[in-house]
């Protein structure tokens, strides 16, 4: 059954049988018991499918993997124990030293940083492009040895809405598949593989999980990409793995290649794994997913609004604010909503930005976003502050950049709440 991306956030991904719990179970183990070495052995060999080391596969994770899978409409999906080792484990399971990626600028802090400066030291070279660049412009980003272009659908903390279309256009035109971060409208506002993106990853620790319980993150696969096509740029998931028995991901599993080898290869040798405890809480997130994002984008709107009618705030980004340069792009992506991410300026600057954050009573100064409770950060003093003011601004970042984190209480509550501080700033 093919069903809609609510029923799809409380249903998929487990389907107990009769007399199974009806809800899913953690399965806190790390080993699984077989009558024969033989069974096992073909388990290691992948001739098999089954549970022998929760490193590479556990059923709690696999459900909520399958849901997730589910509702970004892709082929397969693994678990990572963050969203860092998600982005990195869907670049690193197309690139090695001597390969380069085109990413987009407006991109979390930290992938910033994994892509610009940790695998760089891996010799895996990479080139910043504006995520509002022109299709001439990307296009002149690219190299003979280009495995990947980068971006996230709504970048955080800059809210640029990527123009997805034309990022995969660029992608495919030179042989390489376009992996775009999810994380910030999640399936419920925009499924990226509707619109040619290939691979999908989250940082679960968001709104997916939703209560700020757990940190994770998600890769998921299209199967739309065609590796075999592409031989000469993806020798690992074309080639015989020699570290797998010779196996050969694209036609021993055809479109659960990529998953199958960042599995198999990558979380063996590495380990990122989501814990099934933390596997379990995602889910419980999940299940409301779609309930919470129409309260997110409802206040979002509502309150972005406010903001960009107050005289004491400088300037205001929400995409789906009629005067934001996105506004055409989040509609055609996202017509059901962004997220509920906001970024604005206090006037008076830093000091001013500064003893508005003080003032707050309900909204509370976190290193996070999009949790069910209102919560506001300062990037250019914390999460970009590794950063120089030249970096900062290629990635859409004022000094003055406040970014708050919209949660579902009522929108009237979080308005009184601004009100008052602004007052203070
Ligand atoms: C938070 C975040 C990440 C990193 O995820 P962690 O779960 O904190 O490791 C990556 N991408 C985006 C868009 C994020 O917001």
């Known amino acids: 059954m093919d069903y809609k991306i609510a029923t799809k956030c409380v249903q998929a991904g487990y389907t107990p049988k009769n007399g199974e719990p009806r809800i899913l179970p953690i ?3 790390t080993t699984y018991k077989y009558d024969s070495s033989e069974e096992m052995g073909d388990l290691f060999d992948l001739k098999a499918s089954g549970y022998f080391y929760t490193r590479l596969q556990n059923p709690t994770n696999d459900a909520v993997a399958a849901k997730i899978a589910a509702l970004e409409g ?6 990572t124990s963050s969203g860092q080792a998600a982005n990195f484990y869907a670049l690193f ?11 987009s600028s407006a991109i979390y802090g930290g992938t910033f940083n994994l892509i610009g400066v940790t695998m760089k030291k891996m010799g895996i070279e990479a080139t910043f492009v504006d995520p509002r660049a022109t299709a001439e412009e990307l296009e002149a980003a690219f190299r003979p040895n280009t495995r990947a272009v980068f971006a996230e659908t709504i970048s955080n903390p800059s809210l640029v809405v990527l123009d997805i279309e034309k990022f995969a256009n660029a992608a495919h035109k030179h042989g390489v598949p376009l992996v775009v971060d999810n994380t910030f409208p999640t399936p419920v506002n925009c499924r990226p593989f509707e619109f040619g993106a290939d691979i999908v990853t989250h940082s679960t620790t968001k709104y997916m999980d939703g209560h700020a319980t757990a940190v994770g993150g998600a890769i998921v696969d299209s199967g739309n990409f065609d590796w075999l096509a ?3 740029k993806f020798p690992g998931l074309t080639t015989p793995d020699e570290s797998y028995h010779g196996v050969n991901y694209a036609k021993d599993f055809g479109k659960a290649a990529f998953i199958t080898k960042a599995t198999a290869q990558i979380m063996r040798d590495l380990g990122s794994i989501q814990s099934p405890q933390n596997a379990f809480l995602l889910n419980l997130g999940l299940e409301t997913l779609a309930l919470r994002m129409k309260q997110h984008c409802a206040n979002a709107e509502k309150i972005s609004a406010w903001l960009a009618n107050d005289p004491r705030v400088s300037w205001v980004s ?3 604010l009629p005067d934001s340069p996105d506004h055409e792009v989040a509609k055609k992506y996202m017509p059901n909503g962004t997220c509920g991410v906001i970024s604005f300026g206090v006037k008076g600057g830093r000091e001013a930005a500064t003893r508005f954050m003080d003032s707050l009573r ?8 999009a949790d069910a409770r209102t919560c506001v950060l300062h990037p250019a003093s914390t999460t970009h ?19 708050l984190s919209i949660g579902i209480e009522d929108a009237d509550d979080i308005i009184a709440d601004l009100d008052q501080a602004l007052a203070k700033a």
Request: charged share 15%; aromatic share 2%; glycine share 6%.
């Open 27 to 29: 399965v806190q183990s």
């Open 318 to 320: 929400y995409p789906a």
């Open 230 to 232: 592409h031989t000469d």
């Open 362 to 369: 309900l909204a509370a100064i976190v290193t996070h976003v």
């Open 93 to 103: 399971n197309l690139c090695s030293a001597g390969d380069h990626i085109v990413a």
């Open 74 to 79: 892709g082929v397969a999906a693994m678990l």
């Open 385 to 403: 502050r590794q950063m120089n003011d030249e970096q900062l601004v290629a990635c859409g970042i004022s000094a003055d950049l406040i970014r």
